[in-house]
């Protein structure tokens, strides 16, 4: 019972040195009173992951060969689901909580094609680390973001930024799928991200 605690208490430890942090980098909150829709973007082309840095497409081939290494068929069909959980798993998350708190309580909707929309959210990934879960012993993952608001019809002018560093993605009991790891990393960057918006812009 002692080790338990103990290892319980490692973990906590250990999640906590990676907190999440947010900086407004430019911008201000003042244009989102009013607005009843914002229009969301992900992006992904610049990410890299792992504390190597690696670009997405070096890390895709990196696991994909080992895990087609240890069974064939495997590294092919999860590099399937690794760029589908974008849209099925990271996407909806990181709405999901965004309109939560912000739709729920002040009529701002999420979504991705609201093309009439005055506003554009750009969550542009620049890094993740997909953590790993052994059972007794876990990382949990981590997410990181800029998150840029502007004109839907002219994009260079942009509104708010902020960046979002470290977002934890972890769950009750066990998870052993990175992609679900990382999808509660963009959910947390949702929640997150949307309780500062309440602060500073209502």
Same mark, same amino acid.
């Given at each position: 019972m002692k080790i338990?605690?103990?290892i319980?208490?490692?973990?906590l430890?250990?999640?906590s040195s990676?907190?999440?942090?947010?900086?407004?980098?430019?911008?201000?909150?003042?244009?989102i /009173?009013g607005?009843?829709?914002? *229009?969301v973007?992900f992006?992904? $082309?610049n990410?890299?992951?792992l504390?190597? @840095? %690696?670009s997405?497409?070096?890390?895709?081939k990196?696991h994909?060969a080992?895990?087609e290494e240890?069974?064939?068929?495997?590294g092919?069909s999860?590099?399937?689901?690794?760029?589908?959980?974008r849209e099925?798993i990271?996407a909806? /998350?990181?709405?999901?909580?965004m *309109?939560?708190?912000?739709?729920? $309580?002040?009529?701002?909707?999420?979504?991705? @094609? %609201?093309?009439?929309?005055?506003?554009t959210l750009i969550?542009?990934?620049v890094?993740?680390?997909?953590g790993?879960?052994?059972?007794?012993?876990?990382?949990?993952?981590?997410?990181?973001?800029l998150l840029?608001f502007v004109?839907?019809n002219?994009k260079d002018?942009?509104?708010?930024?902020?960046?979002?560093?470290?977002a934890?993605?972890?769950?009750?009991?066990?998870?052993?799928s990175?992609?679900d790891r990382l999808?509660?990393?963009?959910?947390?960057t949702?929640k997150?991200?949307?309780?500062?918006i309440l602060k500073?812009?209502?």
């Amino acid at each position: 019972m002692k080790i338990n605690f103990i290892i319980a208490l490692l973990l906590l430890c250990s999640a906590s040195s990676y907190g999440q942090k947010l900086k407004v980098k430019q911008g201000d909150f003042n244009f989102i /009173k009013g607005q009843k829709e914002i *229009n969301v973007e992900f992006v992904y $082309d610049n990410m890299t992951l792992l504390k190597k @840095n %690696l670009s997405n497409e070096d890390y895709v081939k990196e696991h994909s060969a080992e895990l087609e290494e240890k069974t064939r068929g495997k590294g092919t069909s999860w590099e399937k689901s690794w760029y589908a959980s974008r849209e099925l798993i990271y996407a909806p /998350k990181f709405l999901e909580l965004m *309109n939560r708190y912000l739709y729920e $309580d002040h009529n701002v909707f999420f979504a991705e @094609n %609201l093309t009439d929309a005055k506003y554009t959210l750009i969550v542009e990934t620049v890094w993740v680390y997909p953590g790993w879960d052994a059972g007794v012993m876990k990382q949990p993952a981590k997410v990181s973001t800029l998150l840029k608001f502007v004109e839907t019809n002219n994009k260079d002018n942009v509104m708010l930024e902020v960046s979002s560093q470290n977002a934890p993605g972890d769950q009750w009991g066990s998870s052993f799928s990175n992609e679900d790891r990382l999808g509660e990393g963009y959910a947390k960057t949702g929640k997150s991200f949307a309780k500062l918006i309440l602060k500073k812009g209502f």
